[in-house]
């Protein structure tokens, strides 16, 4: 989809959504739990991808720009999963001490659905 000539409207919603899901990606980096830090780049990628669509680049681009981002994220975040110390006994012992940092390198593909319903309600409205 294309974006053309966006109304004040438009551009308005599309930074709100864009606030929004930045400040869920803030929160998470403030939070005591790993795994919320690791999931924070998950809301930083929405918050770009509105973004994105907000300064002309047509959605789809947007899309797969930032699936490739995560996707780099989750592999990154997979090798200090690996590379950390394993847990030497009880009922966890031998899986990563950090594996609460693990992300899937589909979740974000999982939110398209969700990212482009959203755009398209503003941008047809």
Do not use: C, N
Not at 9 to 15: D, K, N, P, S, T
Not at 99 to 122: D, P, Q, Y
Request: no cysteine; hydrophobic share 40%; proline share 2%.
């Amino acid at each position: 989809m294309r974006v053309r000539e966006l109304s004040e409207r438009q551009r308005g919603e599309l930074a709100k959504l864009s606030e929004q899901h930045y400040r869920l990606g803030e929160v998470g980096l403030r939070s005591f739990s790993g795994a919320d830090q690791a999931d924070s780049e998950y809301w930083f990628g929405q918050a770009r991808v509105y973004g994105a669509v907000l300064s002309g680049v047509p959605l789809e681009d947007a899309l797969v720009r930032e699936d490739a981002r995560w996707r780099a994220y989750a592999a990154e975040q997979q090798a200090k999963v690996s590379a950390a110390p394993k847990i030497r006994r009880g009922p966890s012992e031998g899986h990563s001490s950090i594996a609460h940092r693990w992300v899937s390198a589909e979740k974000f593909s999982g939110a398209f659905t969700h990212l482009r319903f959203m755009i398209r309600r503003v941008l047809e409205s």
